[in-house]
């Protein structure tokens, strides 16, 4: 096991996962359930991580996150202004809290 990704962004996770799955690239994403488990846990206090089962995949596996994080280089994610969380460039409104995008 080795740990691969690591982001507070669910979006960007899901891209992980997503590239990781189109690869044939075994995977785990650890902290996914803690999520919403119990009442009285921020879900934002769950860091999830994207972790490789096989470290054999680790070099083909960051270089893909690599070239994935290029690709949008060219928009900066934005931060909400209502809840502090992260938002990638192409959402207009907070994945989390639904604010409007405010920069
Ligand atoms: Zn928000």
Redesign the pocket.
Known sequence: MKKLYVSEDWFSIQQVAQLLDANRIPYMVKNEFSLGAVGELSPFDAIPEVWLIDDDWYNRAKSLVDDLRHMSVDEEPWC?A????ENEPSFEI?W????VKRL
């Open positions: 909400c209502n809840c502090r969380e907070c989390s809290c639904g604010q």
